[in-house]
């Protein structure tokens, strides 16, 4: 996940808190032996997760990978037929026995600790299981959950704020968002729109869409889970178009795509789909794009981690279902950095980047933070955190160059977006670089307060302020719920362009010296287009 620390606390968190426990084997057996993981007892042998990628990009590449699989012991768990992909659980040495089978593209690990066995089968939810993995069902999701049900729990160690009545709200005035000035300790980048949703502004501002023009409007948030019972999400939030894919398999099984309280940082998708879409209701936060349908896709798994195989499944499952846009606030387990000149890493690399292509070539514009190390994504770097799954010894100490990739957020195509303050300055956390991000968002500032950081909605009907490029990617996918909204019949290529030109004409009337440094600002700053 890509916020840097929350508010109101005054020590900045300079890197993203992981949910990795540090276990020995014994204990790590034991939990997951235990329940707390959904693995089924296995024989006392291990084994890894991997992607098997098809030379093929379809469904027969995905039954020809499923059986080349099969014939050297894997256990197929799961297709992806839109890719031609399948995952497979199998011994350490899978991966290089199937790599020289014809017609398989790339093999990879996904993860760098085995388990005792594969994960046990989803009972009840909508998988086709006749041939011994998962397939989608297609049709609709689970019913909505009763109005009653329990919330799940948030991660304590997180400082919450009381209701802030939609005042904290200077991320969305920066961009043109509210019907009313921001006030004199925040940039106002663009005039306020008019009074009401849909009436035309005099001044020339952008006038926000109804609720009922954002309700045909389907973003998804991928992340750690969204409670759905929040007063500010309720209506929002489609169950249809919700599922959890902790473990490389959609779950639509009704409430499966909310938070689990056992991980830490559990809480982060209900802060970042607070502000895509929060009700615009007098309590709480207002959205980005209030009225606008959320696809709640947990990808966080029961250790911690955000898997390529979760992702892959997430980014399916929600161009399946609709999504004009996919928000990405998070970056792939367990390297931070994938190099291809590593095998498993570039598998990894392939299969996320299949499954990125697959949404954009359905009409979803893949959003995604920049990270926040304060890194010029275009220079060499050290990775001294990665593989981040292990659960003795210290990270490898890896000297990095920039053909070594973020995913998704460097992969073509993908909105890659950076974090400013309250005044538009670049926060010095975000990491950035000329050519490899492409627009600027409020992330806050993690020294600010509650003045300074991001207020927006978490577990439990409560509230965060959280500093990072997670709370800037989660605006933009706001902006393009809105521009969507506008033009149903535009494409993400005229989602995006409408973008750009509105943050370059930002950044010429509102900054004294404009947007000079592109390393950081990419286009510009973000602001909703006026038309």
Known sequence: MEQVSQAPGSTPATRRRRSVRVLGATLLTGLLLGGAVPYVTGNGGTYLSYLVLDERTDARGAEHAADQARALGGKVVQDYPQIGAVLAYAGPQFAEKLRGRPG???????????????????????????????????????????????????DDSTATVPDPGERSDWNLAMIGALDRPAGSTAALLRPPV??????????GAAVLPTAQQLSKVTVAVLDSGVDDTHPDLRAAVDPAASASC??????????AWRPDDAINESGHGTHVAGIVGAARDGHGVTGVAPGVRIAAVRLLGPLGQYYAENIVCGMLWAADHGARAINDSYFADPWKYNCPEDADQAALAAAVGRAVA????????????????????????????????????????????????RLPGELPGVVTVTAVDRDGLPS?????????????????????????????????????????TSMSAAHVTGAVAVVAARHPDWGPGQITDALSRAAADTCVRTLPFGCQSRDYYGAGILTLPAG
């Open 104 to 154: 398989i593209a790339a093999v990879g690990a996904t993860r760098t600790v085995p388990v005792p066995s594969p994960p046990r089968p989803l009972a009840g939810a909508e998988l086709d299981t006749g041939r011994g993995s998962g397939t989608w069902a297609g049709g609709r999701g689970a019913a909505a959950a009763p109005a009653d049900d329990t919330a799940e729990g948030a």
């Open 428 to 468: 010095a956390y975000s990491n950035y670089g000329r050519g490899k991000v492409s627009i600027a968002a409020p992330g806050g500032d993690p020294d600010g307060g509650t003045q300074g950081a991001v207020v927006s909605d978490w577990p439990g009907g409560r509230y965060a302020a959280l500093a990072g």
């Open 194 to 203: 008019a009074e009401h949703q849909g009436v035309p502004s005099t001044d």
């Open 246 to 255: 902790a473990d490389g398999r959609p779950d639509s099984r009704s409430g």
């Open 358 to 405: 697959y949404a954009q070539h359905k009409g979803a514009v893949v959003v995604a933070s920049a990270g926040n190390d304060g890194q010029d994504l275009n220079a060499g770097r050290t990775d001294q955190r990665s593989p981040n799954d292990r659960t003795t010894g210290p990270p490898e100490d890896r000297q990095l160059g920039t053909e070594c990739i």
